[in-house]
Every structure is written in C-alpha cells, then in structure tokens.
C-alpha cells in the first residue's frame, strides 16, 4: 500500500454541508455585478496610520455600530527615525612608491604612513608596538608619522635634505615629540 492510497483514504474535516452564510451565486438574474459587504468583528486600522488616527477610529468605532464598509483613513504616515551616529568614511590611502599612505588628516593613530599633516594629536593604540624596541617619529619627510621599524623611517626620510625625525625606546616620548612638533607647525611632508 503507498503512502498516497493512505491519504485519500482519510476523511476531509474541512468539508462540511451546511451551508454558508456568505453568497456564492447572485441571487438576482443580473451577473455583471456582484457586491457583498461584510462587516468585520473588529476593524483593522491601517498599518502606516499615525496614532492619533488610530485612536480616534478605535474612539469612533468603540461608541458607534461597526459601519458596513470601513475605510481607510487617509493621512501621512508618521516617520520616526532615529538620531544615528555621523558616518565617517574609510580614510582615503594612495599606494605609491613609499607604500600604503593615509590621506585623511582625521586619523590619529601612531604606526600609520601619513601623506597629510594629522589633523589632531596622534594616539597609541593599545597593544601597538609590543615587541618593537625603538620607536621613530617622522616630521619632515616623503610622509609623516609615528613607526615601530627602521626600514619605514628610511623609507620617509631617505634623499630629504633637513629631515625631522626622533628615536627612542619609550614610545610614549616619540609620540609626544611628534605631536609637539605637529601643534607648533613643524610637521611636513616633502
């Protein structure tokens, strides 16, 4: 026996003979036209309603007989948004000959190449520079900023005439230097 001659074999629940009370067939010898009008057990307002509409229908239909017909009421949709957090895009980088370079003045952090004069003091990033054990600042060079490595000085430095930079072991000096040097106009970039 398949599974299908099981199925059929069931009786239907959703099939009853009584009768309906909905009209299924005019009543009348015109067929163009048929209208049924049914009134709900609880209107449903509209869904993009504002409140103050919705409770005036819930009022309105709370004292008065449900019409036979409930429209729709027709105002603007109440827009409610909420206040979001400035957008900020990715900064701006070139690659070129010195590498990766940041050109958006608004980062702050220290191990970035910069092709732009910071904008604001630059900050150490917890866990930057763990390992390194001399830190360097770049003020006059081919780009600017705050390294953990010697190649990436070189590289900001090498062929400038006059190049600003500092070394240290404490990174928090290095790090101070620059932004001193940044805050009196210093820092540039060849």
Known sequence: MSPMSDLTSLPSSDMDDTPSDVPTEPESEDDDVVIIQMAPAQPSPPVNAPIGALAALLAANAAAPIPAAVTSVAAAPAVVTAPQAPVHAPPQAISGPYG????????????????????????VLPGWGVMAKKFYAVSYGHFVGV???HDTMNMAIGGVSCAG??????????????????????VRIV
């Open 100 to 123: 990766y370079l940041i050109m958006d003045p608004m980062v702050t952090d220290v191990g970035v190449s910069f092709g732009v004069v910071p904008a604001g003091d630059l900050v």
């Open 147 to 149: 390294f953990c490595d």
């Open 165 to 186: 930079y500092f070394s240290s072991k404490d990174c928090n000096h290095v790090v101070e230097w620059f932004n001193n040097r940044r805050r009196m106009g210093l």
